[in-house]
């Protein structure tokens, strides 16, 4: 036990330390801003990893706990005037309360039914910060978002931002691998396997189920939460079944088996439409060519595939986890 | 570690891209554009882009501006906020752009509103909102219409029709419910009654839920507030409802095709719009006749496709620019400074009149009522 | 407007409405018969019937008659095409990376649609003239009693392939039991390659049959393709009688939502009344016991 909890307290460290080398060399606000999003993105999809790969369920409704954090905390700081240091619990209580409640019936759905009733679930939400116009502006957003101010730092630029998110990102590695690492971890692997068999040795499938859901939907609302006091302008278009989906592919083009095919996939479909400025009009389908290419050469995900070594730096033969 | 160290590849590729930046060859002044080239406002902002492009190659054809070339920087917003941050922040901190243009849509405007206030760089949006110069913005200047003159418009032309009992449609977008909002802000002062307050979602395919219900009311006339496709629908749906009150559209109906779209039941729609549209009809002593006719004519013969009038926000809003770079040259506090006392300037929208307190500089007689006849708009009452 | 004559109008609105939908739901039933992989490009199957048959009626010039079967045969063949490239090369890959396949394959048909035709929105003639037809106070087009005739017409067609030709039942006998239907002799591989061009042809007649009403432009399939997906679930997946049904049902509760309680909820209300039947019945309203079992994730 306590070696998991080093290792995976090292390894976050090294995502942590990578990163923050990464901003260093970078040094341009664009970029930085974009890795600031990867950042908010990996959060949401090491959750969505935990479910998919490891509870084997599926949720095509990511983008409203998303979305749940982001306004719950824009409405209260813009709308209220609460401080931050309040907000951000009570964004975090609400999504997951929400995905408490909506979580027990329709988890007993399976494979697509789960699928629809989730992207319904989605789609709901989104008419919702449509129509709430007097909370929500409605569709053409509100802004004024307050930024974060953390032991008497204002997080006013994308360096400070970026420190910020990419230490949750730390955080929410850790607390992940630990997770997967632990009993709750290996019964989740088994409900994956064989749900049957799971509930016949005694694990409490339908809890676990639930509280991996929960769990997911946190990680989405602290990313929502972030993105908030970040771009401090809110419009229904960024909580919509498209990026659900897209979420969904990031998972699934990482390697749905590991969650650090999460953050792979989540890295390659984040930066990938950024590259794909040099195109112009072209890049989206440059964009479909490279996911479909992907997905038909790697179908089980770019995980664990054999990057030319000559790319790679030297690492120690035998090193693997 | 395997894992970690393809990251860090990954990463690594990325930065390493991102310090091949072009250095600069020689001296210009590059100014950036920012529209929803692709997605669902695509069809606002080719056009924008396009005619900014067309601009850029005018002013080089010409020697530039005072001897310097200008060089424009165009990314796709894709109609997207996030994306939209993004490229302002490539715009402004990788090609160092000296001012903005765009966005095409009031989110990805007012997303971008904090970054180019922040990096003192001023932002000349495409996009319809009045809350993206009210309140105004030391940094930000607009030149589309504002959405109250165009409800201003319709309610005065209802007014003068002996309208007082409407029924209102809006699609579930930005710019439908900022119309939506417009047209009850200002039904009271009008004296307007709205007795149906009826929405949809942009991508529905039919109305005649909504239009059923209108039609059980006491309506005089319907107004709706949306862009292609669902302006069309409505139109269809209401011909075949058999409603024969009048329809006022808004002045997102600005291109002929979409009474093509619409086909004989755009026949009769009224709406407001930049006398773009109708430039045929418009006198020649007008003030605006002769910018009219230049870009329709450049735009139609370059592209092959009819002008409209969101293409003209992007006219009005580069050449306000190429005008204060005039003035100020590679100065970004001069070019908000020029552009902030851009006078009496003649743009396809109207005749602008910017100041401290005004930073969109029209008034609503930049509007005009179109009417559809014929399946060509002609001005209202001629 | 008479009351009366209201609530007919939601009807005929949303049976409209509904028979879209249904339409792409049987093209979602197809392919997941015969795969159990939902394909999300189902939508943009629809989009590039009604585009291509804009391009042949309207730049080409041919009649209609002959610009909407033609349509319809090359976007058979466009899924044909589809599923030999991206779907057939995958022997074993799981359902998962097959429907992440399709959303791909879904951006880069949305992508070559903006190519090819722009951003605009297009519309056909009406196959038989705008002239709305009348009775008790309400309205229905001409083109509407087309969309209802053609989806009854494919609902029979689909029934005697299934039930009376050699190649339908052995579709079917796929989709009961892929292993099975191998022992005795079925081409798997060939049957759901003929389930990717069928279920892309039902679009394609259904992006031409609807262009006319509800006009057609590059982006017009993801909500179409998310309605009938939530009628292909809804209906119990794989369920043609219940896809068609469910289509129907799903129109008319937005129908009715928009005319009798707030449109813009009107989504809102299908879906949650959607959601609550799948809570209530895990496998659609048309859902029978057994079937179930068989067809997993």
Known sequence: ?321 | MKRVMAILTILIAFSAASCLEAKDKKQSYKIGGVFAITGPASFLGEPERNTMLMIVDMVNAQGGINGVPLEAFIEDSVGDETKAVNAVKKLINSDKVLAIIGTTRSGTTMAVIPIVEKAETPLISCAAAETIVNPVRKWVFKTPQLDRHAADRIYGTMRDRGISRVAVMSATTGFGSAGREQLQNLAQTYGMKIVADETYGPKDTDMTAQLTKIKGTNAQAVVNWSIVPAQAIVAKNMRQLGMTIPLYQSHGFGNIKYVEAAGSAAEGIIFPAGRLLAVDTVPDSNPQKKVLVEYKTLYESKFDDPVSTFGGHAWDATWILVEALKKAGADKEGIRKSIENTKGFVGTGGVFNFSKTDHCGLGPEAFEMLVVNNGKFVVLGQ | MSFASQLLQYTLSGITIGSIYALVAIGFNIIYNSTGIINLAQGDFVMLGGMIAVFFHNTLHFPLVASGPIAALIVALIGILFERFAIHPLKNASVITLVIITIAASILFKGGAMFLWGKDAYSLPSFSGDEPIRFLGATILPQTIWIICVLLFIVAALVCFFRYTMVGRAMKACSYNKRAANIVGINVNNMVMLSFGLSALIGGIAGVIITPISLIEYEKGSLLGLKGFGAAVFGGLGNMGGAVAAGILIGLLESYSAGLLSSGYKDAVALIILLLVLFFRPGGIFARKEVQKLKHY
Not at chain 1, 49 to 76: E, R
């Open chain 1, 1 to 321: 036990m306590k070696k998991y909890l080093t290792t995976s307290f090292s390894k976050s460290a090294y995502v942590f330390t990578g990163a923050v080398i990464l901003m260093a060399i970078v040094r341009n606000p664009y970029h930085v801003g974009i890795l600031v999003f990867l950042g908010m993105n990996i959060i949401i999809t090491i959750g969505l990893s935990l479910l998919m790969g490891y509870a084997g369920q599926i949720s095509l409704g990511q983008a409203a706990f998303f979305g749940i954090g982001a306004y719950t905390t824009g409405i209260l700081t813009t709308k209220l005037g609460l401080p931050v240091a309040v907000s951000f619990p009570l964004s975090i209580l609400l999504t997951i309360s929400v995905a408490f409640v909506i979580g027990i019936p329709t988890l007993r759905l399976r494979g697509h039914y789960l699928a629809m009733a989730t992207l319904g679930l989605g789609e709901i939400v989104h008419i919702v910060f449509n129509e709430l116009i007097p909370l929500t502006g409605g569709p053409s957003g509100f802004g004024n978002i307050p930024l974060i101010r953390i032991f008497g730092i204002e997080l006013d630029n994308d360096y400070k931002y970026f420190i910020f998110v990419w230490a949750i990102v730390a955080i929410v590695l850790f607390l992940s691998l630990n997770i997967i690492n632990s009993r709750v971890g290996r019964a989740l692997k088994a409900i994956h396997k064989e749900e049957q068999t799971a509930s016949t040795l005694g694990v409490n499938t339908s809890r676990l189920k639930l509280s991996v859901f929960v769990l997911s939907s946190g990680f989405a609302a602290l990313a929502g939460f972030l993105y908030a006091h970040y771009v401090t302008f809110l419009s229904p278009g960024t909580f919509s079944l498209g990026f659900s989906i897209l979420l969904v592919t990031m998972v699934a083009v990482g390697g749905m088996e590991n969650i650090w095919g999460a953050l792979i996939g989540t890295t390659v479909l984040t930066l990938l439409p950024e590259y794909l400025r040099f195109f112009k009009d072209f890049d989206i389908l440059i964009y479909g060519i490279i996911l479909i290419s992907i997905m038909i050469l790697r179908p089980e995900g770019l995980y664990g595939i054999k990057i030319p070594g000559f790319l790679l730096p030297r690492s120690k033969k035998g090193d693997n986890e």
